[in-house]
């Protein structure tokens, strides 16, 4: 499987999981909902996007979050659903 296929399979996870309960590192737990293409987080305003997932996802594997640097938004948050097994599978 390549790179973008691998993203889109986990992508359908992160819309497959949406409503379940995810906590970042930092021991925070959240759940997020699907608003078209975004990721809305219920402890913020934040709207991800997929593209900002994919970079994300590009990336890995990561020690932690801040692995992922400023040009990842919200990467507590990202981090906390991409590194998930509910995800990664």
């Known amino acids: 499987m390549d790179a973008e ?3 889109e399979e986990a992508w359908n996870r992160i819309r497959m ?3 379940e309960k995810f906590r970042t590192v930092r021991g925070l737990d959240f759940t997020y909902k699907m ?3 975004w990721v809305v987080i219920d402890r913020t ?3 991800i996007t997929k593209k900002n ?3 994300a996802y590009g990336m890995l594997p990561v020690d932690g979050p801040d692995d992922f640097g400023e ?3 919200a990467r507590y948050y990202v ?3 991409l590194t998930d097994p509910r ?3």
């Open 5 to 7: 296929a691998d993203f």
């Open 17 to 19: 999981n949406k409503g």
């Open 35 to 37: 608003l078209g293409p």
């Open 45 to 47: 305003d934040y709207r």
């Open 53 to 55: 997932f994919q970079l």
């Open 71 to 73: 040009e990842v938004t």
């Open 79 to 81: 981090h906390a659903v």
């Open 87 to 89: 995800i990664t599978g």
